[in-house]
């Protein structure tokens, strides 16, 4: 197989890569690396230790690359079709910025506090720490959500009327949100949340989703 995928597939920046890859047709491998216990062939490829990591064997060494947002830049110029990110200038460079802000804001503040706390914490054998989990949920989550919300307006996507790069970021996150236990709210942010059923129920998303399921429902009943 050409390309390879190194990460673990509970990952939202290594589902990046994945709904990518699934988006533009391509086959690929997903060979599982742990990166709390990663070996010394892995530090070569991703040096600062995070997942995805990825190859492309038809090109000659080198031929690694890390970084989801790397990763995706290198799959839409490598596999311009179908276009996942817009063609106007404009238009890219928001793109960009929300697959930016999904990266940063909504890792830290929906990923990193709450899956983080409800699903990795049971993984490494680690308590939940409720106050953290309580502010994610209290602070971060509606400015995030409220922000989301009148960027989207009334249109489908984030950006333009198509489904882009931002809109696999952002529905990446939303997917560790859910997997932490948590829904959106349909009553306070009804755009919102049928935003995420819309990127959620892309085939794409779907093969991810089902899964990573019997492993979250496992740990969320542990
Ligand atoms: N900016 C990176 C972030 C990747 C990232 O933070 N991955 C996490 C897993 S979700 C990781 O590898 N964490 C291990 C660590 O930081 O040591 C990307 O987009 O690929």
Redesign the pocket.
């Known amino acids: 197989m050409a390309l390879i995928v190194y990460?673990?597939n509970?990952?939202?920046?290594?589902r990046?890569?994945r709904v990518m890859l699934a988006e533009k047709g391509l086959d690929y491998r997903l060979e599982d690396v742990n990166?709390?216990a990663?070996s010394p062939e892995f530090l070569e490829i991703?040096p600062?230790?995070?997942?995805?990591a990825f190859r492309d064997t038809d090109v000659a060494a080198p031929n690694s690359l890390?970084?989801?947002?790397?990763?995706c830049d290198y799959l839409e110029h490598k596999h311009p079709s179908p276009p996942l990110y817009p063609q106007d200038a404009f238009a890219r460079a928001r793109a960009l910025w929300f697959e930016e802000y999904a990266?940063t804001r909504m890792?830290e503040g929906l990923?990193g506090a709450l899956f983080f706390e409800r699903i990795v914490k049971k993984l490494l054998g680690r308590e939940t720490d409720n106050a953290v989990c309580a502010r994610a949920l209290e602070k971060t989550l509606p400015e995030i959500f409220d922000y989301l919300t009148k960027e989207l307006g009334d249109r489908d996507f984030l950006v333009g009327n198509a489904f882009t790069i931002a809109d696999i970021t952002a529905g990446t996150m939303l997917v560790n949100f859910q997997h932490a236990g948590e829904t959106i709210d349909e009553a306070r942010w009804p755009a919102l949340a049928a935003y995420a059923k819309r990127v959620h129920g892309r085939p794409s998303f779907q093969a991810c989703i089902a899964e990573e399921s019997p492993l979250i429902q496992h740990l969320r009943a542990a």
């Open positions: 990460g673990s509970l990952s939202p920046f290594v990046k890569v990166p709390f990663a991703s600062m230790k995070r997942i995805p890390c970084d989801s947002s790397i990763i990266d890792a990923v």
